[in-house]
């Protein structure tokens, strides 16, 4: 039952989002002080934020399979999914959600409560409403994938509010739009598999909208953006030298080699594309820029 629970929501695929809110999170400690990992408060939040983002995203992923669990049941790479198989019903499915959310709602309360950061709790339903919404977005928009990037560019934006809201502004702004462009980039790239499903089906999506070639261009653009964005996180922080750069660097030719993996002709690499190069591009990224704040 937990390995069906954990196939329902692709718990591996936290990788992609939670380097990025670790990074936040430590850029918004040393802004409120120099000594930020020194204080038990500190840690204290980290956890609350790892729970939040553990939760949220859950919560979200049990949404998606729910609202399309009839799509997903026709589509060839999506039939073997625990819904599809009856692993799990829509009822226990239903369960888990309701728990997630409920646990995302009472974490966010916490930095209320224990320290007096009103953000969280102010921003949870709305943050979990625009979580939920991504999942709807293919029926009626082919800007979904920037509708996902926003989804997982809320992870940085609510760990630094959620650490110190004082702090925030172009720097955590400038990480929020390289996490959109990027993921919205390999997003377009991934959907391409689905592309014959969709079109059969009258889904949405920017390869659907303007052909495959189009849409491998507008996911390059899309990550040369978010390389520049991840320039900017430099000249605005402050706080991020040499290891960061040289991070970003390395994810910048990552990124290149997801682009050539990828053709309209030859679309055999895209899980090679998705997994290995973007986890590589989150991992690397998040763990240069935290090892620069202890610089």
């Known amino acids: 039952m937990l390995t069906a629970y954990a196939s329902l929501v692709k718990f591996s695929h936290t990788i992609f989002a939670l380097p990025f809110a670790l990074l936040a999170a430590f850029l918004a400690g040393a802004s409120r002080q120099p000594d930020f990992a020194r204080t038990g408060r500190f840690w204290g939040e980290l956890a609350l934020v790892l729970l939040c983002m553990v939760a949220a995203r859950s919560a979200a992923m049990a949404f998606n399979r729910i609202a399309d669990v009839r799509i997903d049941a026709g589509n060839p790479r999506t039939a073997g999914r625990p819904l599809q198989r009856g692993q799990l019903n829509l009822r226990q499915a239903w369960t888990f959600f309701s728990v997630c959310a409920a646990v995302f709602v009472g974490a966010c309360g916490a930095f209320w409560l224990l320290w007096g950061n009103y953000w969280p709790i102010a921003l949870a339903v709305p943050v979990l409403g625009w979580l939920c919404l991504y999942s709807l977005t293919k029926r009626f928009t082919s800007l979904c994938h920037l509708a996902l990037g926003v989804?997982?560019?809320?992870?940085?934006?609510?760990?630094?509010?959620?650490?110190?809201?004082?702090?925030?502004?172009?720097?955590?702004?400038?990480?929020?739009?390289?996490?959109?462009?990027?993921?919205?980039?390999?997003?377009?790239?991934?959907?391409?598999?689905?592309?014959?499903?969709?079109?059969?089906?009258?889904?949405?999506?920017?390869?659907?909208?303007?052909?495959?070639?189009?849409?491998?261009?507008?996911?390059?653009?899309?990550?040369?953006?978010?390389?520049?964005?991840?320039?900017?996180?430099?000249?605005?922080c402050g706080r991020l030298g040499w290891l960061y750069l040289a991070g970003a660097g390395v994810s910048a030719a990552v990124l290149l080699v997801e682009q050539l993996l990828v053709s309209p002709r030859d679309l055999s690499r895209i899980n090679a594309a998705f997994f290995l190069c973007n986890g590589a591009v989150s991992l690397l990224l998040g763990a240069a820029g935290i090892a620069d704040v202890f610089v």
Not at 189 to 211: E, F, N, T
């Open 151 to 236: 989804a997982l560019a809320l992870s940085p934006m609510s760990a630094w509010l959620a650490i110190w809201p004082a702090s925030f502004g172009p720097a955590a702004l400038a990480l929020a739009a390289a996490v959109v462009c990027w993921v919205a980039g390999f997003d377009i790239l991934y959907s391409l598999q689905d592309l014959p499903y969709d079109l059969a089906q009258g889904l949405r999506s920017i390869p659907v909208a303007v052909g495959p070639a189009n849409a491998i261009w507008i996911s390059r653009s899309l990550h040369v953006t978010a390389i520049s964005a991840l320039a900017a996180v430099w000249m605005l």
